[in-house]
């Protein structure tokens, strides 16, 4: 059982570019991003963004939303709190933690989100807004499969 050439990459090799192989997949990208984001406080998106990308490993998306979060007024104590925003008391408020849980169960979804996520997310947003926050949840975790997958070079 040996491997070819060609099935050992280095994890710095990029694959295929999926923008200039399949544009038109890649615009409705865009474009169902950019909708997913309306309504949403940008930094409770970029939040999001960077949490699901942790999650799924995804070193494209976690260094441009990183970027973008401080572009956007985002501290840097907040930035490094994330991955453990269940154990920083104070740093992330009661909405964004509504969010942030959601975003983990529906990242790291397995059979279901929990009732009890669903329900704190619920009681954080109204339900236009959820309607938005779920969407973009989506996206980033089709965003980090396509960088995961395609191996995207930092930017």
Known sequence: MGYSARSVVSMTTTRINLSKLSPDVYKAM???DEAAA???DKSLAELVRIRASQLNG????INMHTKDAR??????????LLSVWRESPGIFTEKEQAALALTEAVTQLSTH???DVYEQAAGQFPDAELSQLISLIIMINA???LGVTTRLPLS
């Open 113 to 115: 989100v929990p009732d």
């Open 71 to 80: 572009d956007g007024g985002e501290t840097e104590q907040r930035l490094y």
């Open 30 to 32: 865009l474009a169902l």
């Open 143 to 145: 965003w980090n499969r």
């Open 58 to 61: 995804c070193s494209y998306c």
């Open 38 to 40: 309306v309504g949403l």
